[in-house]
């Protein structure tokens, strides 16, 4: 892992992760975060293991990957998230090992926050903290509604088209 200097605070502050976070509180919270950079094929997080850290797609893509009957040899892919998008917070919420295996598509570069930077992040700045948890539980919210669609037959909204 290492720090990333780049970080651009007007950029990111459009993603869900960090909404709501002023700028001040960005820079604050900004050493606690790292980037970490994947290969095509690279195992992010492995279902079943443990995982101390929540990963926001900087740049690139990974698949999510569930075992088909308990068994790894017959993954199957949930899901294709892309830059902006986020993965690892159901771990540092619920405290229990990894529930899908996650892995790069692409050249893949994403920004950590471990438990224990957050636990730093909630015990200087209790608001800053506060965001970051609601805007997990809001992203969290967004994939049980639309695994609650899929299960009744509808389409993801990304796959929706208006008609005339």
């Not at 990974?62 to 949930?78: Q, S």
């Not at 892995?103 to 700045?125: F, I, N």
């Not at 992203?139 to 208006?162: F, H, K, N, W």
Request: contains cysteine.
């Amino acid at each position: 892992m290492q720090e990333w200097d780049s970080l651009d605070y007007e950029h990111l502050k459009r993603y869900s992760l960090f909404g709501g976070i002023t700028r001040e509180a960005f820079e604050a919270i900004k050493p606690l975060i790292h980037l970490e950079t994947f290969k095509p094929g690279d195992e992010v997080m492995r279902e079943g293991t443990v995982n101390d850290r929540v990963h926001f797609i900087c740049s690139g893509s990974v698949e999510v990957l569930k075992h088909m009957d308990g068994k790894p040899a017959m993954d199957r892919r949930i899901t294709i998230m892309e830059t902006g998008d986020t993965f690892g917070e159901m771990e540092l919420i619920d405290v229990q090992p990894c529930a899908a295996t996650v892995r790069a598509r692409e050249l893949t570069h994403t920004l950590t926050l471990s438990h224990h930077d957050l636990y730093k992040v909630a015990k200087a700045d209790l608001k800053t903290y506060t965001l970051l948890i609601m805007n997990l539980a809001r992203e969290l919210s967004r994939r049980i509604r639309t695994m609650d669609g899929m299960i009744a037959g509808e389409r993801p909204s990304s796959q929706v088209r208006q008609t005339d």
